[in-house]
């Protein structure tokens, strides 16, 4: 394959790659956030907000990397999505903003009511922002060549706001099954019971979305019923069964490690399964990877700043996580 090939493919899975490990990992902590509304007192919201204290401000080194490389080897796609999609991106970012600023101060404050509200309210919003914003990407965006030729509103949709709820029970589950592996006592009896109510949710608005994702479009349906398509996509449905029922059972037998891994197991099914559905297009139903790409000059030459930059962010990451791994208690984090 030539380079003018092969770099988007590249670049196609950076950007993947990035957008994942972001969903991953702030995910669970957004989790966090919208779970601290349903918390018992300040001393459950303390250990819950401690036990992602000294990692939760790094994860979005993935989203900005994602957006980084979006704009530099794919411009046209991030012309049309940036205006497709700035009032749920704003919103998005806003609440991200009153997310971070209620954690930082909710721990030096005496009267923590406003700032528990702020967190949680941050946490919920931006999760249905980014729940809209892949709705939105997978539902497709009207565009001429580059340019971006629908309105302001049309976003909104039944399907955005399916993709919307269900993003919060997936990062509300991603966080209930942190809260197990992280704590002790009634706050991870109180935790487990989260899990399967939440798992039974995700399940839902899995089975939902999946029928609802072949009648949004005539390829969709394409490639999930048609021969040898189906072939392809039909083992993301059966992993997504497989998945669910090692991660009921090892909520009922109280296992500690293996709900938050297969949960993150439950989200790279579904993950897989969207990017499987509309590929090639960066942006359904126009842009495809090869028609969005910068020259190829430009992504070899973002490819000498990844290979030293990527190595970095991994490093640091898993160290972070190493570091502070183990059981969060109320006396350590912020104070």
Known sequence: MESIEILPLIWFAVIAFGVFMYVLLDGFVLGIGILCGVAYGEAERD?????????????????????????????????????????PLTGMLIALIFRGVAFEFRFKARRKL???????????????????????????????????????????????????????AGYALLGATWVVMKTTGLLQDRAYGWSRALLTAVIVFMALVSVYVPFLDGDYAERWFGFPHALLLVPFPLLGVVVSYFLYRSVAERREYWPFLLSLGMFAVGYGGLAASFWPHIIPPHLTIWNAASPPETQSFLIVGLVILLPFILFYTAWSYWIFRGKAGRDMGYH
């Open 114 to 168: 406003g700032w528990n509200l702020a967190f949680t309210l941050g946490s919920l919003v931006a999760t249905f922002f980014q729940g809209v914003t892949l709705g939105a990407i997978v539902q497709g965006i009207e565009a001429n060549g580059a340019q971006y030729v629908g309105g302001a509103f049309d976003w909104f949709s039944g399907f955005t706001m399916l993709t919307g709820v269900a993003l919060i």
């Open 47 to 87: 250990i819950m907000m401690n036990s992602v204290a000294p990692i939760w401000d790094g994860n979005e080194t993935w989203l900005v990397l994602g957006g980084v490389a979006l704009l530099a080897a794919f411009p046209p796609a991030y012309t049309v999505l940036l205006p497709a999609l700035y009032l």
